[in-house]
């Protein structure tokens, strides 16, 4: 069934239903569940938000890996901050961060799209000049590649008047727009606020925050726990490809096989949240300190006792017992000696 959306054109079909039903079935159980795992929610919220700090960033061509992004943001010091790569890391952190806190007051408005555009480059000595503010140049939308190569993706919208324009008409519709599901609306506005491009730079990385915005304030609170940003840029080049190919053909252009991608990102990372929540056998047996230190060695191999405990804040002869107790119930697996134990599942 073809319809209209905004200014586009959506053929609404078994697969979009079918991502649509997946993600709202899970939806409807997930406050049983955030009440059922507590300690282990908190880890996979740490993990999630290091992968998408890295990731989003990455994305754009910054080249930490998830790694270094985990040392920076254990001890967060401004003054240091005299890399590129490290200013957009903490900058998109404490974005990341305020959403997740304060998501319930943050409202689509150009105000605060605007705040959170100034916040997001607020560390970024490069972007000084134009963070907060609508473009004064035009631009396009490039991609970049590991050998340091970008390659124009597609026009966006005009410098000034257009811009303006443009993004207020957006706003007014989503914010206006009672009829269509949550889940369309949101990859809907996400595609439009991608195709004005209505900043000079980090229009990328303020999409993907403003997604987890939206979905936070629609009432998918489990998007926290898994990281929407790992996934697009595990998919990189088919997230190019399909702005694209719906791009070629704009205005009043058919962005079906946008919202599908958009829904495949959501479905994947809530199917790969399932995994790690729905333990079987001897897991779920354990007790809820086990768990939490099972679902942190699960997520980081080869960690050892030291970085648990102080993840965790379990004090570390509490944590060697039970590291003890998963070892003997076959569940993790002990490497090294001395001081270089390590824990691995």
């Known amino acids: 069934m073809d319809i209209e959306v905004y200014s586009f054109k959506l053929n609404i079909n078994w697969k979009l239903i079918n991502f649509i039903s997946q993600i709202d079935r899970f939806d409807a159980s997930w406050t049983a569940i955030e009440r059922r795992e507590g300690q282990s929610l908190k880890e996979l919220k740490n993990i999630a938000t290091v992968r998408s700090v890295g990731a989003s ?18 001890k967060i010091d401004i003054t240091k901050l005299t890399d590129r ?39 970024s000595d490069k972007d000084q000049w134009h963070k907060g503010n609508y473009k004064a140049h035009s631009n396009a939308v490039e991609a970049s590649f590991p050998d340091g190569t970008r390659e124009i993706i597609f ?13 207020r008409a957006l706003l007014n519709w989503y914010n206006s727009e009672t ?15 991608l195709s004005i491009h209505p900043f000079q730079d980090g229009n990328g990385r303020l999409s993907r925050l403003v997604s987890t915005l939206l979905l936070l304030k629609n009432g998918y609170k489990w998007i926290q726990y898994v990281s929407f940003e790992h996934e697009i840029e595990n998919r990189k080049n088919e997230y190019y490809q399909v702005l694209r190919s719906c791009q070629a053909k704009r205005p009043h252009e058919d962005i079906t096989v946008w919202i599908q991608f958009f829904l495949s990102c959501i479905s994947n990372i809530q199917s790969k949240l399932l995994v790690k929540l729905n333990t079987t ?13 099972f679902t942190i060695i699960q997520n980081r191999p080869n960690i050892q006792s030291g970085e648990i405990s102080e993840k965790l804040a379990i004090p570390l002869p509490t944590v060697k017992r039970v590291l003890s107790e998963l070892v003997n119930k076959g569940l993790i697996e002990k490497q090294g000696s001395g001081r270089n134990v390590s824990y691995t599942i």
Request: aromatic share 8%; charged share 25%; hydrophobic share 35%.
């Open 57 to 74: 960033n990455r994305i754009e061509g910054n080249r930490m890996s998830d790694e270094e992004v985990d040392v920076l943001l254990q």
């Open 85 to 123: 790569d490290s200013q957009e890391v903490v900058g998109y952190f404490e974005v990341l961060d305020l959403i997740s806190e304060s998501y319930e007051n943050i409202n689509l408005t150009e105000s605060h799209i605007k705040s959170l555009h100034n916040s997001l480059l607020r560390y």
């Open 155 to 167: 026009q966006t919208t005009e410098a000034g008047f257009a811009t303006e324009d443009a993004i």
């Open 179 to 193: 009829e269509i599901h949550p889940l369309i609306k949101i990859a809907s506005f996400v595609y439009d606020f």
């Open 281 to 293: 056998g001897v897991e779920a047996q354990i007790s809820p300190k086990e768990k939490s230190i």
